[in-house]
């Protein structure tokens, strides 16, 4: 995010008999777009919750989709309609995904010069999805996959869509040392039925275009997957991103040619049926501000019946000058800063930040149409472990929270 100062398919068969066409040319492409259309899919998603602090302070610090404490949030209502690809079908293939998004989180979801200005209360609105999928069958047996236009970063293990996440708030990597949304492309080409290689470019963290852009150049991807791994237990994936993504507005022109180098390895491992531990590593060093970021979260889930799971997720972060753990102070403070404009916003001293969540997911079987349901209690207890006084106000070294959410799809 922007600174602070701111498989492949079989072959065909052949047959002994004689193929004959009972298709008509005429009758041939309607059916086609019949079946292409058939596979379009409606999905709505509501999510809310609230995280209580005891201490009593406005703000939760180093959180963004929960920072007002003891405070209800409706974090998300969403619809996706979107047409998948199929990556183990050998033809081409064309596909799309729209998804619109109202709710707290959408402040820190926008694009400069698209949505950042719709709305100014807590509750806004964003065009979370809007591309192009392809899938191609060219280079490889797998051939690649493409998606171009509004995407969300793929950097990272917590994502936006709360129903793949294990808990209601988020890790400090996922919110202050990977990007969260871009205008651009994305590739991703299998090499092999175990290995995928990644690489795509975009404007920057939440920009678009023109003036719309907090600098002139552009930033992307490259980095490596893999599944299947360890008798199909293992999964890996690592993304690499380099570009510039302070803004002009405050660096000046060199703002242009200062680099941003982010980087999160993950590894997710499937111990048995009912257990899957996950660790990741992430270092950001960011040149035009002399920062950088590194750390270490682990997760691991343990399905204790077919209703009940339970979760555990771990951190140390660190924070070198301060510049990146922040909580901003008005509802459109996040995506000014974005774009280079002086803002309100709480900070502390170089911090190296410990942080254990232990947490629940019920998540019961309704049918009659729903296709998740999840209430998730959380406990978190954060702490500055070099004694900044970091939280409550700056006022404690550590913060104790309770948090719940539900979340509903259909």
């Not at 797998?142 to 709360?162: C, K, Y």
């Not at 491992?269 to 996950?278: D, E, G, I």
Request: hydrophobic content about 40%; aromatic content about 12%.
């Amino acid at each position: 995010m922007a600174a602070y100062s701111s498989g492949p398919g079989e072959a065909r068969a052949q047959s002994a008999q004689p193929i004959v066409n009972t298709t008509t040319p005429a009758t041939a492409p309607a059916d086609a777009w019949s079946d292409w259309f058939s596979g379009i899919t409606v999905q709505g998603l509501a999510n809310a919750g609230a995280t209580f602090n005891p201490d009593g302070p406005k703000y939760n610090f180093g959180n963004f989709l929960s920072d007002h404490a003891n405070q209800f949030n409706l974090n998300q209502l969403a619809l996706t309609v979107a047409k998948a690809t199929d990556p183990t079908k050998a033809e081409f293939q064309l596909g799309f995904t729209l998804e619109a998004l109202y709710g707290s989180d959408a402040r820190y979801y926008h694009l400069l010069g698209v949505s950042d200005k719709w709305i100014s209360s807590r509750y806004q609105l964003i065009p979370a999805q809007a591309h192009i999928d392809a899938h191609i069958p060219l280079l490889t047996k797998g051939g690649m996959e493409l998606q171009a236009g509004i995407l969300q970063a793929p950097m990272g293990v917590e994502v936006l869509d709360p129903s793949v996440r294990p808990f209601y708030t988020l890790a400090y990597t996922s919110e202050y040392s990977v990007p969260f949304e871009h205008v651009g492309a994305m590739f991703r080409l299998h090499v092999s039925d175990h290995w995928d290689v990644l690489w795509g470019v975009d404007t920057g963290n939440q920009t678009t275009f023109g003036r719309h852009d907090n600098n002139d150049e552009a930033a992307g991807y490259f980095g490596a997957s893999s599944t299947g791994l360890l008798g199909g237990n293992l999964a890996v994936n690592w993304l690499s991103r380099i570009g510039p993504e302070n803004a002009v507005a405050v660096l000046g022109p060199v703002a242009n040619s200062r680099m941003r180098y982010w980087n999160d390895i993950n590894a997710a491992y499937t111990l048995n049926p009912k257990t899957t531990l996950t660790a990741e590593v992430n270092f950001l060093h960011d040149a035009g501000l002399r920062a950088e970021t590194w750390s270490f979260v682990t997760f691991a889930s343990y399905q204790l019946n077919k209703t009940w799971t339970l979760n555990y997720r771990g951190e140390l972060y660190r924070d070198n000058t301060g510049f990146f753990v922040v909580n901003f102070l008005n509802n459109r403070a996040y995506m000014e800063a974005v774009a280079g404009q002086s803002v309100p916003y709480q900070f502390a001293a170089p911090t190296t930040y410990g942080a254990l969540t232990l947490g629940a997911s019920y998540h019961p079987d309704l049918g009659h149409g729903i296709r998740v349901f999840q209430l998730r209690p959380e406990i978190r207890f954060d702490r500055a472990l070099n004694g900044t006084h970091a939280f409550n106000d700056q006022t404690d070294v550590g913060a104790f929270t309770l948090s719940t959410d539900a979340v509903i799809g259909f």
